[in-house]
């Protein structure tokens, strides 16, 4: 929608920076910076420089 005009440069910023997009490559097995384990329920993001951040908290109430 930027590219074509119809939301502004803050707009598009805004919007950018409320959502997570995660798109994995299949031959390397999906996204290496952010894996979804729905067996033990857990989210793991890769921040860089060797740390991650685990979070394993129910996806559903």
Partial sequence: MR????????????RRNSIVISRGD??????????LDLERME????TGED???????SLYP
């Fill in 43 to 46: 989210l793991r993001i890769n």
């Fill in 3 to 14: 590219e074509k005009g119809k939301i502004s440069k803050e707009e598009y910023r805004r």
């Fill in 26 to 35: 299949k031959s390397k097995g999906g996204n290496l910076n952010m894996r």
């Fill in 51 to 57: 740390r991650r951040v685990d979070i394993a908290e």
